[in-house]
């Protein structure tokens, strides 16, 4: 028998077989009445065709032009319903919180998390862990005095480990890395780590390493096409990294039942231990070993990546256009002086509260938002989405919402201003999302930015190294936006 043959017979055959089923999915797709309109998708890869699969986003603001602010597309064999635009957006996620308030499943995320933890778990799993998470890190003091004092802190190792540079040229990505992980890790594990652990510094590269993987083209394929996962490439790296990740914690949390003491707890994995010894005997408890590793996982990631990766745009901004950074510095000057900037600051500085919200919004920092899913069916707008339909809610195309800001390409502070300089809040402002899912972090993330802003530009100012004298600002797309490499000069303002 003729091998050669054979093999391209079964391929011929499998690949026939793949083409029915597709035509079959798309038929029976069309009796759903009502759909969101969308591109013509072609067997088997669906819209894949058209996709800048590089920055996707703006292959769907350029969609949104055409179909409007709900239409569809298709990767694959599967339809994703997107909502585009702020009135559609808040709509969705705030007036129907319950039936687009569920996780969209993506293939990567479920292998790495297993839909344990809190960003990618659904149902009641995720209602009981971000319950406990909400609840456990007010105790410990997220949003209060506690934490403050905490951010203050970290900020003065910042501060040295800037004034060691003496105003030469460096890369801040590692020690802004640092000093935000370690405001959720003193909330994770009791206390803060050096910059300089080896142990620190290796948990920090690997979720920089995730965090730009999970926007390359070779795990975007993945997830359409779960069937080449046997094939090497980057979703076989994330999954590697995690494990290490996970591995750390695990030891992490052993450690911390050794030494638990019930009326003194100390941190968040102390609580869940709690937690897990209270409920022991009841076999459909959340609180196992598994939801802990995966919880603490999703907390550190996110509690360090999305905050540090704003430092380092607003930094970058400030390079950017000096004369902005001089308003904000003569701000701080006024209302602070040389005393520690703290968050009940923000009032009495208008301008630089402004310009920390323009920064949020330029940056765009998660353009697709994290997929939600639909939980039952729905008729929405006019249009009919069925149950457990995969939706992105385009967050950039709120926070670009040319009906909400006046310049939205621009960065232009004056979004958060009014014709009196004084604080104006906008509605449209939605870097942590809206409805159910929004970020849990969020008031802390909104306490960091504040006081590490401010402490830094009253003690620095930032500029280019001699040999650079702009920065392009077109980011670099993985799961989140972020500045193209650089390098900055710190140098002493006293």
């Not at 096409?225 to 030891?251: Q, W, Y």
């Not at 019930?262 to 937690?275: G, P, T």
């Not at 604080?423 to 504040?450: I, N, Q, W, Y």
Request: charged share 25%; net charge positive; proline share 5%.
């Amino acid at each position: 028998m003729d091998l050669g043959f054979s093999v391209a017979t079964y391929t011929v055959l499998a690949l026939s077989i793949l083409y029915i089923l597709n035509i079959l999915y798309q038929w029976n797709k069309g009796n759903v009445k009502n759909f969101p309109p969308g591109p013509w998708a072609l067997p088997l890869i669906g819209n894949l065709h058209i996709m800048d699969l590089k920055k996707p986003h703006f292959t769907y603001l350029e969609l949104a032009k055409k179909y409007g602010p709900i239409f569809s597309v298709q990767m694959g064999t599967n339809k994703i319903g997107v909502l585009a635009g702020y009135e559609t957006v808040k709509d969705a996620l705030v007036n129907y919180a319950e039936e687009f308030g569920g996780r969209g499943k993506t293939r990567i995320f479920q292998n790495i998390d297993k839909d344990f933890g809190l960003a990618h778990s659904r149902g009641e799993n995720w209602k009981v862990m971000r319950r406990f998470t909400l609840t456990t890190l007010r105790d410990f003091g997220m949003g209060k005095s506690p934490v403050e004092e905490s951010i203050i802190e970290e900020c003065s190792y910042l501060i040295k480990g800037f004034e060691s540079l003496k105003g030469k040229p460096f890369d801040n990505r590692m020690m802004l890395n640092a000093a935000v992980a370690n405001i959720i890790v003193s909330l994770l594990i009791g206390h803060r780590m050096d910059y300089e652990d080896e142990q620190f510094k290796r948990l920090l590269s690997l979720i920089s390493e995730n965090i730009k993987l999970l926007g390359s083209l070779m795990v975007g394929i993945y997830n359409i096409f779960p069937f080449l996962g046997f094939l090497p490439g980057d979703h076989k790296t994330i999954v590697k990294n995690v494990e290490e990740m996970c591995e750390f914690i695990t030891k992490t949390f052993i450690k911390h039942l050794k030494n638990l003491d019930e009326n003194d707890q100390r941190s968040l994995i102390d609580a869940f231990l709690v937690k897990q010894k209270e409920e022991a005997g009841n076999p459909h408890s959340y609180f196992h070993n598994e939801n802990l590793t995966r919880l603490v996982r999703n907390l550190f990631s996110a509690g360090m990546d999305t905050t540090s990766t704003t430092l380092r745009w607003a930094l970058l901004l400030m390079m950017k256009y000096p004369e902005i950074q001089g308003k904000v510095q003569q701000e701080i000057s006024k209302v602070v002086g040389l005393a520690q900037p703290t968050y009940s600051h923000r009032g009495q500085m208008p301008y630089t509260n402004a310009v920390i919200h323009e920064i949020q919004r330029f940056a765009d920092l998660i353009p697709l938002s994290v997929p939600h899913e639909t939980t039952r069916d729905v008729t929405f707008r006019g249009y009919f989405i069925p149950k457990e339909t995969y939706i992105i809610p385009l967050l950039s195309s709120v926070l670009r919402d040319k009906t909400q800001f006046e310049k939205p390409d621009e960065f232009y502070p004056n979004h958060f201003l009014d014709s009196h300089g004084h604080f104006v809040k906008k509605d449209a402002f939605m870097p942590f999302s809206a409805g159910r899912r929004v970020c849990a972090g969020e008031k802390l993330a909104r306490m960091e930015l504040f006081i590490f802003f401010s402490s830094l530009l009253q003690k620095f100012t930032f500029h280019f190294p001699p040999e650079i004298r702009d920065s392009d600002l077109m980011p670099v797309v993985g799961f989140t936006n972020t500045p193209k490499e650089h390098r900055i000069c710190a140098v002493p303002r006293f």
